[in-house]
């Protein structure tokens, strides 16, 4: 029995490692990348090393601090549209009976089964017509188009598990809709929604050829700034870039993680 | 509350049809009827999760309170008992140090003292379903709506339950509209019994009313009444014209008025008074009962049950055997 226990243990802790390993293997050869100009193969290491990728990037001309304001700016107002829109709609599709109800839902996650380059005319077309609406906006209504539906698809599945028996209990009790959202159906909401919003931001990060259309290639993104460098194939700056990159992404899963673990404590701790 | 011609309707279809009912101050109305009748309809009509599509509620007082129970507790997870409890209260606008006060001090009621932390995940089902029924008495509702709350447990907690529900009315004195499937816990509870069949009002009365004078069969037959048989067939077993009236065409007779004839001594037989028959016919089944045995005896083609009380022998199954019928338990109802 001891050993079994033993045996169990160690394949978990394999199983961790290798796991693990899985995602950060990527991370050390970008990181070498973005201290070297040169690293060819078989060579396990550069020969040469140099900082220049990185001062070039923390120079005036690298950008990146524009690009990363100008990407959480644009992901920040991708997922207010996303949460005024997304809970709505997810609610309303997971709770309420109607006529057309599965045409709305093909419609609303419609993006997802659309091939890329339509939606993309689309929004050139969009672009055009309405090139007075601002920047940040603009790039923002593209990105909700692409995050929409995950999104929903997330916060869904949840009302769905809530189901309508809640609601009503509230509703015996004497709480309106907006009691009811705000007091039973957030506080269960909360992890798909930190979810939903993780996901968001994250595709929104990493959206280029909707910023560039929508903005005229003129709101400098993090995937816009990099775009250059990766077709002229220098692989040095656009690993540095993508390891300033991922910096957000990473603070962004801590802050899910976190949040996450509040709420689970605040909630369902066991008292006993 | 009196409801009069209600009805309601769900995805056009009338669940309930032109329903009149009254519920007086203090009293226990106990709804009972078979699935797909109405009953939890009726139910969320009155408490406002389902538009009337016709008629119109109203109270003694002008206005009206109500407080619903569902079958499952419905707490919400997210909350401690005590903030379950303390729900209504939240959604009135009474500040958090009052309405937790009021929550901590009705807990006593619902015997959950010192459960008030707990989520509820950690409560039991029967402490689920007194948190449940907690958080719609502390609004102190003129009429309490209870749908089928106990259904979900055990028969031992069910009946703990219904007792100390029924201490709880007693001494708080609101008025009780209570679905419920089970005859023992209508018989138990309830001061006056309503039976909807088909989403109306079928008969109303109190419970010894309703068991001797059904108002039809198919009210007999849901409330199970057994050795239910036509006029034609009882006067076939009499042998002679029975007394009564000639519209109440039905009787029935419980299974503990009639007696078995021990065939080893006939002694008996010869104390049959004139209004009394005897029915031979062969057992079929035989069930212990707490009282002794449950027999079920085929005679003419018809199905009787007898319950037996002190019974010395156990019959045996295809036993020929004779019940004596006394004609004054016979409960006469039209079909």
Same mark, same amino acid.
């Given at each position: 029995?001891?050993?079994?226990?033993?045996?169990?243990?160690?394949?978990?802790?394999?199983?961790?490692?290798l796991?693990?390993?899985?995602?950060?293997?990527?991370?050390?050869?970008?990181?070498?990348w973005?201290?070297?100009?040169?690293?060819?193969?078989?060579?396990?290491?550069?020969?040469?090393?140099?900082?220049?990728?990185?001062?070039?990037?923390?120079?005036?001309?690298?950008?990146?601090?524009?690009?990363?304001?100008?990407?959480?700016?644009?992901?920040?107002?991708?997922?207010?549209?996303?949460?005024?829109?997304?809970i709505?709609?997810?609610?309303?599709?997971?709770?309420y009976?109607?006529?057309?109800?599965?045409?709305?839902f093909?419609?609303?996650?419609?993006?997802?089964?659309?091939?890329?380059?339509?939606?993309?005319?689309?929004?050139?077309?969009?672009?055009?017509?309405?090139?007075?609406?601002?920047?940040?906006?603009?790039v923002?209504?593209?990105?909700?188009?692409?995050?929409?539906?995950?999104?929903?698809?997330?916060i869904?599945?949840?009302f769905?598990?809530?189901?309508?028996?809640?609601?009503?209990?509230?509703?015996?009790?004497?709480?309106?809709?907006?009691?009811?959202?705000?007091?039973?159906?957030?506080?269960?909401?909360?992890?798909?929604?930190?979810?939903?919003?993780?996901?968001?931001i994250?595709?929104?990060?990493?959206?280029?050829?909707?910023?560039?259309?929508?903005?005229?290639?003129?709101?400098?993104?993090?995937?816009?700034?990099?775009f250059?460098?990766?077709?002229?194939?220098?692989?040095?700056?656009?690993?540095?870039?993508?390891?300033v990159?991922?910096?957000?992404?990473?603070?962004?899963?801590?802050?899910?993680?976190?949040?996450?673990?509040i709420?689970?404590?605040?909630?369902?701790?066991?008292?006993? | 509350?009196?409801?009069?011609?209600?009805?309601?309707?769900?995805?056009?279809?009338?669940?309930i049809n032109?329903?009149?009912l009254?519920?007086? =101050?203090? !009293?226990?109305?106990?709804?009972?009827?078979? $699935? +797909?009748s109405g009953?939890?309809?009726?139910?969320k %009509?009155? @408490?406002?999760?389902?538009?009337f599509?016709?008629?119109?509620?109203?109270?003694?007082?002008?206005?009206?309170?109500?407080?619903?129970?569902?079958?499952?507790?419905?707490?919400?997870?997210?909350?401690?008992?005590?903030?379950?409890?303390?729900?209504?209260?939240?959604?009135?606008?009474?500040?958090v140090?009052?309405?937790?006060?009021?929550?901590l001090?009705?807990?006593?009621?619902?015997?959950?003292? =010192?459960? !008030?932390?707990?989520?509820?995940?950690?409560? $039991? +089902?029967?402490?689920?379903?007194?948190?449940?029924? %907690?958080? @719609?008495?502390?609004?102190?509702?003129?009429?309490?709506?209870?749908?089928?709350?106990?259904?979900?447990?055990?028969?031992?907690?069910?009946?703990?339950?219904?007792?100390?529900?029924?201490?709880?009315q007693?001494?708080?004195?609101?008025?009780?509209?209570?679905?419920?499937?089970?005859?023992d816990?209508?018989?138990?509870?309830?001061?006056?019994?309503?039976?909807?069949?088909?989403?109306?009002?079928?008969?109303?009365?109190?419970?010894?009313?309703?068991?001797?004078?059904?108002?039809?069969?198919?009210?007999?037959?849901?409330?199970?009444l057994?050795?239910?048989?036509?006029?034609?067939?009882?006067?076939?077993?009499?042998?002679?014209e029975?007394?009564?009236?000639?519209?109440?065409?039905?009787?029935?007779?419980?299974?503990?008025?009639?007696?078995?004839?021990?065939?080893?001594?006939?002694?008996?037989?010869?104390?049959?008074?004139?209004?009394?028959?005897?029915?031979?016919?062969?057992?079929?089944?035989?069930?212990?009962?707490?009282?002794g045995?449950?027999?079920?005896?085929?005679?003419?083609?018809?199905?009787?049950?007898?319950?037996?009380?002190?019974?010395?022998?156990?019959?045996?199954?295809?036993e020929?055997?004779?019940?004596?019928?006394?004609?004054?338990?016979?409960?006469?109802?039209?079909?």
């Amino acid at each position: 029995m001891v050993k079994r226990k033993r045996a169990q243990r160690i394949l978990i802790i394999i199983f961790i490692i290798l796991f693990s390993l899985f995602f950060l293997l990527p991370f050390i050869p970008l990181t070498v990348w973005s201290f070297t100009k040169q690293w060819p193969w078989p060579l396990l290491l550069p020969e040469k090393w140099s900082i220049d990728s990185w001062k070039y990037l923390l120079s005036a001309s690298g950008r990146a601090g524009e690009g990363i304001v100008n990407s959480l700016i644009v992901a920040a107002l991708t997922l207010m549209g996303n949460l005024l829109l997304g809970i709505p709609a997810a609610r309303t599709l997971a709770q309420y009976e109607f006529r057309g109800k599965m045409i709305v839902f093909s419609i609303l996650l419609a993006p997802l089964f659309i091939p890329y380059t339509v939606s993309i005319m689309g929004m050139f077309d969009f672009a055009i017509r309405f090139d007075f609406i601002n920047d940040y906006i603009s790039v923002a209504i593209a990105h909700l188009l692409v995050t929409l539906p995950y999104f929903v698809a997330t916060i869904w599945f949840q009302f769905r598990l809530i189901g309508r028996k809640l609601q009503e209990a509230a509703i015996s009790l004497g709480a309106n809709e907006w009691k009811i959202f705000i007091w039973i159906e957030w506080p269960l909401l909360l992890p798909s929604i930190l979810l939903g919003s993780f996901l968001v931001i994250v595709i929104s990060f990493s959206q280029y050829l909707p910023t560039w259309i929508m903005s005229g290639g003129t709101l400098l993104t993090i995937p816009l700034i990099m775009f250059p460098f990766a077709s002229s194939g220098n692989s040095s700056i656009v690993a540095a870039y993508s390891l300033v990159f991922f910096v957000p992404i990473l603070v962004l899963m801590i802050m899910y993680y976190l949040l996450l673990r509040i709420n689970s404590r605040k909630h369902f701790m066991d008292r006993r | 509350m009196r409801l009069e011609k209600i009805s309601i309707q769900i995805n056009n279809d009338n669940i309930i049809n032109s329903l009149d009912l009254k519920i007086n =101050s203090g !009293e226990i109305f106990v709804l009972m009827g078979p $699935s +797909g009748s109405g009953k939890t309809t009726l139910l969320k %009509g009155i @408490a406002g999760l389902l538009p009337f599509a016709s008629g119109k509620q109203t109270w003694e007082n002008g206005t009206g309170t109500t407080g619903l129970v569902f079958q499952e507790p419905r707490l919400f997870p997210h909350l401690t008992v005590v903030e379950n409890i303390a729900f209504g209260l939240r959604v009135r606008g009474i500040s958090v140090k009052e309405r937790k006060a009021m929550a901590l001090n009705f807990l006593k009621n619902l015997q959950l003292e =010192s459960l !008030e932390n707990r989520y509820p995940h950690q409560l $039991s +089902g029967g402490q689920q379903q007194r948190v449940s029924l %907690g958080r @719609a008495l502390i609004l102190n509702p003129d009429l309490l709506l209870l749908d089928e709350p106990f259904a979900s447990l055990d028969t031992s907690l069910r009946l703990d339950l219904i007792e100390w529900l029924y201490e709880l009315q007693r001494n708080l004195g609101f008025s009780i509209l209570w679905v419920t499937h089970y005859i023992d816990e209508a018989l138990s509870v309830a001061d006056r019994i309503g039976i909807i069949l088909n989403g109306g009002l079928q008969q109303i009365g109190i419970p010894s009313e309703l068991f001797q004078k059904p108002a039809s069969e198919k009210i007999a037959q849901f409330l199970s009444l057994p050795n239910r048989f036509s006029r034609g067939q009882w006067r076939k077993w009499f042998q002679y014209e029975l007394n009564g009236l000639q519209t109440q065409d039905r009787g029935w007779i419980d299974p503990k008025h009639l007696q078995l004839i021990d065939e080893g001594n006939r002694s008996g037989e010869g104390n049959i008074e004139e209004a009394a028959c005897i029915i031979s016919g062969f057992v079929t089944k035989v069930r212990p009962s707490r009282e002794g045995y449950s027999i079920t005896v085929l005679a003419d083609s018809k199905s009787l049950e007898v319950n037996t009380t002190g019974w010395k022998r156990v019959p045996k199954l295809k036993e020929k055997i004779r019940i004596r019928v006394p004609f004054e338990h016979i409960h006469w109802y039209s079909e």
